[in-house]
């Protein structure tokens, strides 16, 4: 068993010849209501593929709407967005004061002996020689053997984000990390603003008030307060949780995921940061949610999410300031509210909801961003395909709801294994036995000892997630024997030495760089460096 590396870089891709079916007459103006990071990243993905085909894209964007600009991590999946418009990093990471990511460290979500945190690592080329060992070794102590199966022994992004570390490695080492990053989402925001003008989106500054229908119920024109009505062939929303198009104007039905996904608000407070850098996203298990801490240049972002049906959002904020020593502190917090779930069709007559207005899942997994980047490049496909057929929108709209749920059943997982009693909320959460098929049966794979590896790897179950990422999060949290029922290892069950493992990553981290040293003179993209890695 190995991983499965994909050489071609999202650049490489996207210079290839595509194969295009003619773009629809019918499609020649698309307005994109609402700016902000989801207005800009769209209006980016449709520029590249059909300002050349004679598209006008306008984004309108209101003077009187601000800015959530809370969601300050990404996926990995942010570096090929910004790889496929060859925009470099050392381009746009400053000026969004830009840091590494390398993963994230959950603390004290399991109470479990030995496995009270964890790092849930992002891929690395390296992680192919050590891999089998860790999915062995996990196998093999869920059915009992006493092996070490904690994940962070196994991969290289635990070791930088560990030793501040950025996962930029050094010329002559091959091995490439497919990292993330942290950033300040307005200026994020600002930054895609500039780059969409200068290839061609125009932009106007108007408040959207509402939607006019034609006689088949799709969008004819938007109202502005200024006394405008714009016209347009497709309307993209980008309104937020307003959801002014898909919602207010299409009544397009909303699925909530409360039932198995409790947190409903979130607070966050700013706090300084030294001058040792971290490059890890941290999420520490408090009693009504949990809290993030992310590093920037400038300064730490943090933020509680939590459930308001557990806590007050006056205690969550005091156990926020407690948390961060900031009992003290005249800095202000700001309180949020999130609408959990999705829309049941994210494209619908001709409107396309992206962003908080299509759905939203607790950040947890800072999914918000490969949202936006995921559905608005296959719309740019479909376009290219030149097909608006009722049967593309239905393949659409099923492809984007199985990501949302994929993902969903992920997130859930973290709250389903928690081991914390110490308050209603985590017990409720233990309790939530509201769990999608697909999930029930995972779990059930897991605890059987059957393991996970060949149906998450078929995409049978578990998807949205490869199997490295699930067997770090049930072997993180300690989904194993009772330690005091396990038994020696036996034959085949201690065949790995952990001692190879270690010397492998002690030799590769050397070839590593301090985080903050590396974005004082951040290295351009390599050459048909992998970023696309997808294990097992």
């Known amino acids: 068993m190995s991983a499965t590396l994909f050489n071609l870089t999202p650049i490489e891709s996207a210079r290839a010849p595509k194969r295009r079916g003619a773009l629809p007459a019918a499609v020649r103006r698309i307005m994109i209501v609402g700016g902000g990071t989801a207005g800009w990243m769209t209006a980016l993905i449709l520029a590249r593929r059909l300002i050349e085909q004679g598209v006008d894209i306008t984004v309108v964007e209101s003077p009187n709407v601000g800015i959530i600009g809370v969601g300050e ?80 022994r196994f991969f290289i992004a635990t070791r930088l984000a560990r030793g501040h570390l950025a996962p930029k490695a050094a010329e002559h080492f091959p091995f490439d990390i497919w990292h993330g990053y942290h950033f300040d989402s307005v200026l994020l925001g600002q930054f ?60 397009t039905p909303f699925v909530s995921f409360a039932e198995n996904l409790f947190n409903d608000a979130a607070i966050a407070i700013p706090s300084p940061i030294g001058e040792s850098l971290p490059s890890e996203t941290v999420s520490t298990a408090l009693k009504a949610g949990w809290a993030w801490k992310i590093p920037l240049t400038s300064r730490f972002g943090n933020g509680y999410v939590y459930s308001t049906q557990f806590c007050t959002p006056d205690a969550a904020e005091f156990e926020l300031r407690e948390h961060l020593g900031l009992l003290e502190s005249p800095t202000p917090a700001r309180h949020l509210k999130m609408k959990i779930g999705r829309v049941t069709k994210h494209w619908n007559k001709n409107c396309l909801a992206l962003g ?5 899942i607790e950040p947890l997994e800072a999914t918000a961003l490969l949202f936006i980047q995921q559905t608005a490049t296959a719309f740019a496909e479909c376009l290219d395909q030149g097909d608006l057929s009722d049967a593309a929108h239905d ?30 909320y985590w017990r409720a959460n233990a309790a939530n036995r509201i769990l999608s ?3 029930k049966q995972l779990l059930s794979l897991w605890m059987s000892g059957k393991g996970i590896s060949a149906p998450v790897r078929q995409r049978a179950l578990g998807k949205g997630y490869p199997v490295f990422s699930w067997y770090s999060i049930m072997s993180g949290m300690g989904i194993f024997p009772d330690r005091h029922s396990l038994h020696p290892p036996k034959g085949r069950e201690a065949q790995y030495r952990l001692g ?32 696309q890695v997808y294990f097992w």
Request: glycine fraction near 6%; charged fraction near 25%.
């Open 73 to 152: 991590g990404s996926t990995p999946w942010l570096r090929g967005f910004f790889d496929s418009l060859d925009i470099e990093e050392a381009e746009w990471m400053p000026e969004c004061h830009a840091t590494y990511k390398c993963g994230i460290t959950f603390d004290k979500w399991s109470t479990k002996p030995g496995f009270e945190s964890y790092f849930h690592p992002f891929a690395s080329m390296l992680d192919n020689l050590t891999m089998t060992q860790f999915v062995h070794n996990a196998d093999a102590r869920v059915n009992g053997a006493d092996v070490h199966a904690h994940p962070d």
């Open 192 to 251: 895609l603003h500039k780059k969409a003008l200068q290839r061609g989106v125009r932009y106007r500054t108007a408040h959207v008030t509402r939607a006019n229908l034609d006689s088949q119920g799709a969008i004819a024109s938007v109202a502005t307060a200024e006394g405008e009505t714009l016209c347009a062939d497709i309307f993209v929303d980008c309104s937020g949780f307003a959801g002014l198009l898909i919602d207010q104007a299409l009544k």
């Open 356 to 360: 908080l207005s299509q759905g939203f």
């Open 395 to 424: 393949r659409f709209n099923t492809q984007i709801n199985e990501h949302f749920e994929g993902i969903r059943d992920y997130i859930v997982t973290h709250y389903k294994t928690n081991s914390r009693t110490d308050t209603d």
């Open 437 to 439: 098929d697909s999930l």
């Open 500 to 531: 190879d493992i270690d010397n492998l990553l002690d030799r590769s981290t050397v070839n590593y760089r301090d985080h903050r040293e590396v974005l004082a003179n951040i290295p351009p993209r390599r050459m048909g460096e992998s970023l």
